[in-house]
């Protein structure tokens, strides 16, 4: 029946519509048996320091026995991870993983009541932290039912000298470490030390035990953790390698750019294990908001592909040295967490010679449901095909499928789609049929790909018309004088609600005036934004996704 829909029409040459389900027991047996398999290449690289897969091997197994037999955490206990992308983050992650432990993967900027809500939620029984984050951690309340702590500095896994000298100047020179007192933790080297002299027991795992609580990222309410299963990183791990297969040859040496952080879903799922699985080394960036540092560290590399968001792909773009990167060995760059506007996509073509393609999917997906192909037949503005095995349909309020070109709820069914939130009440989660809510509205058109209109609870409603933030977005952004722009809908008497964007200037020398304008010879007069706002800067996640939701509450403060 799947092979009938209309994308598959679309696939690119040897990629299969559909794949094996669950090709191992667990991501233990898939861990282990990538490391025997490229034993000798380079996993992961950071800071000009290279682990191989033999090295993450044996480290890995160093770190799980020490969970394991000193700390005596058992099968299913929960592990908040809560650094930015070090050499730590894998050996941690998929060291708590061969322990049998759930990972929870944490923003290292929350603040003390987010990082609250999510260890008492998950009831995280240990933690392993950056110390540039740890005096948080000491005001969280319920810190003393968390039975472990784990503190890495950065320089940790950089050896010798190189890693002293980091840890001191980040420490004592840059003062980027606040004073902390945590008298119960341990540090990571002395957790690896440990855990060397320590032999682990092999923990039994299925397909269907909880690997991940990712959870989501409470822009538009209290966050929720996706409960993603060993079977659901696999099934992931196939759909995607079946999808890059074009462009990764596991018999040469691929270079991934990670620049998204591990403990994002997309980076995690995408970067971390179908990476790691197809013997790609990983360059770990460790701070991608220092724009003239990662260009200085792309330049050190010629790397195949690269993934991202809008803003991420657009810093780039504005700075003058990105165009000396070699670009000879790219493939193209993947956006996902946000749309990739169209003159970011066409910009990124005119420097790289390599196309710019968005993808899109959820926390609660492990993530991607769609994909642009890479081969030259992706199309602007939409989010691509759905993966193999996987079937995406537009929905109707009332769970009713509607037909091709009808606008409506993107929903999805596949073996990557979470069974539901950890502890939480699913009904209303899932439409008869297993098909996921998405609360993102679309459609697919013609040809089979999908185009996302916008989020459901950011459609503004204009004199009874409904306005999508994207499309408004994707005008402005084109203007040559704009960086980065956000729409939003305020109240307004007359039309109910009115268009007002925040937009950070290119030009300094953009009018309010001249926008206007602009927008009047691009847009339908009522999209037409009525209020405009220039800022320095955009509020952004952890990850450069642009938050309305934030900007929205700002207007609320004003209107009180």
């Not at 290119?506 to 927008?519: A, F, I, S, V």
């Amino acid at each position: 029946m799947m092979k009938d829909f209309p994308w598959y029409k679309k696939y690119p040459e040897g990629v299969a519509t559909e794949i094996e389900l669950y090709e191992y027991d667990s991501l233990v047996e898939l861990f282990g048996i990538c490391c025997k398999k490229f034993p000798d290449r380079v996993a992961f690289e950071n800071m000009g320091v290279c682990l191989t897969y033999r090295e993450v091997d044996a480290l890995t197994e160093n770190f799980a026995a020490y969970l394991q037999q000193d700390l005596g955490l058992k099968k299913g206990e929960r592990i908040a991870i809560q650094m930015p992308n070090l050499l730590q983050f894998p050996i941690a992650f998929f060291g708590a993983l061969r322990a049998g432990l759930i990972v929870v993967n944490t923003n290292p900027l929350y603040t003390a009541p987010e990082m609250d809500h999510q260890f008492k939620d998950a009831d995280i029984s240990a933690i392993v932290i950056v110390a540039n984050f740890a005096h948080n951690l000491e005001k969280v309340p319920c810190l003393d039912s968390i039975k472990h702590i784990i503190i890495t500095e950065l320089g940790d896994m950089l050896g010798g000298l190189k890693g002293m000298l980091v840890n001191f100047v980040v420490k004592r020179i840059k003062k980027m470490v606040p004073q902390y007192h945590l008298p119960r933790a341990v540090s990571f080297k002395d957790a690896l030390k440990k855990g060397a002299s320590l032999k682990l027991s092999a923990v039994a795992l299925s397909v269907d035990d909880i690997a991940v609580l990712q959870y989501t990222g409470g822009t538009t309410g209290i966050s929720k953790g996706a409960q993603l299963s060993h079977g659901n990183i696999i099934a992931h791990n196939s759909m995607i390698t079946q999808w890059f297969k074009p462009y990764i040859n596991t018999s040469r040496d691929n270079i991934m750019i990670t620049a998204l952080p591990l403990y994002h879903i997309f980076a995690l799922t995408v970067n971390g294990m179908l990476m790691f699985s197809t013997g790609v080394k990983n360059v770990l960036i460790t701070n991608a908001r220092d724009m003239p540092g990662f260009v200085k560290e792309l330049k050190k590399h010629k790397f195949t592909i690269i993934t991202g968001v809008n803003t991420l792909f657009n810093g780039l773009l504005n700075n003058p040295d990105f165009k000396n990167v070699d670009f000879s060995a790219l493939h193209g760059g993947i956006g996902g967490g946000m749309a990739v506007q169209d003159i970011v996509a066409k910009k990124w073509k005119e420097v790289t010679g390599t196309s710019l393609v968005e993808g899109y999917g959820l926390s609660e997906t492990s993530p991607v449901l769609c994909c642009n192909p890479l081969d030259g037949t992706h199309k602007l503005g939409t989010i691509g095909l759905p993966m193999p095995s996987t079937e995406v349909a537009i929905f109707d309020d009332d769970g009713n499928q509607l037909s091709q070109g009808e606008v409506g709820e993107i929903c999805a069914r596949g073996p990557q789609v979470m069974s539901g939130y950890w502890k939480k009440d699913n009904n209303g989660v899932f439409f008869p049929g297993k098909w996921f809510r998405t609360g993102d509205i679309g459609f697919m058109d013609e040809e089979g790909f999908f185009k996302i209109v916008d989020r459901k609870k950011d459609m503004i409603k204009v004199s009874g018309f409904n306005v999508f933030p994207n499309e408004i977005e994707n005008v402005v952004a084109a203007y040559p004088k704009v960086l980065e722009v956000a729409a939003i809908g305020v109240p307004d008497a007359k039309s109910g609600e009115v268009i007002k964007i925040f937009v950070v200037k290119k030009d300094q020398g953009l009018t309010e005036e001249e926008l206007k304008n602009y927008c009047y010879d691009n847009l339908t007069k009522y999209k037409v934004p009525k209020h405009i706002e220039f800022r320095k800067e955009l509020p952004k996640s952890n990850v450069g996704k642009i938050l309305r939701r934030a900007l929205k509450d700002e207007e609320a403060v004003r209107a009180v």
